[in-house]
Nanobody, 123 residues
Framework: QVQLVESGGGSVQPGGSLRLACEMS????????MAWFRQAPGKEREFVAG??????VYSDSVKGRFTVSRENAKNSVFLQMNDPKAEDTAVYFC??????????????????WGQGTQVIVSS
């Protein structure tokens, strides 16, 4: 059974940086489509970034600021958040699936989810 555990959330000032981590057990991150989603209070869960093999995809709102990566030796994926803004405040979730690249933004393509980690961007 696949389990995902996120870490690294917390409070950060606008313009700072934060790195989220997601460790997988029960499978290999290298064999899965992995993604980060987020959900702000009162809003629907939205796609942030995803990685499938060597390809990465980003939402327009984070492109150029966030970077998704994978470290096979740690069986983990990461989300490097640079220059965060107040609107990036949300609970961030890691997800694992078997979808193709064209469906990487679709949350229903993911069968395994982490418990989420809170990110607060505030001065």
């Amino acid at each position: 059974q696949v389990q995902l555990v996120e870490s690294g959330g917390g409070s950060v000032q606008p313009g700072g940086s934060l790195r989220l981590a997601c460790e997988m057990s029960g499978d290999r991150v290298s064999a899965r489509t992995m993604a980060w989603f987020r959900q702000a209070p009162g809003k629907e869960r939205e796609f942030v970034a995803g990685i499938r093999f060597s390809s990465t995809v980003y939402s327009d709102s984070v492109k150029g600021r966030f970077t998704v990566s994978r470290e096979n030796a740690k069986n983990s994926v990461f989300l490097q958040m640079n220059d965060p803004k107040a609107e990036d405040t949300a609970v961030y979730f890691c997800a694992a699936g078997n979808g193709v690249l064209s469906s990487i933004r679709q949350s229903h393509m993911y069968g395994s989810w982490g418990q989420g980690t809170q990110v607060i961007v505030s001065s």
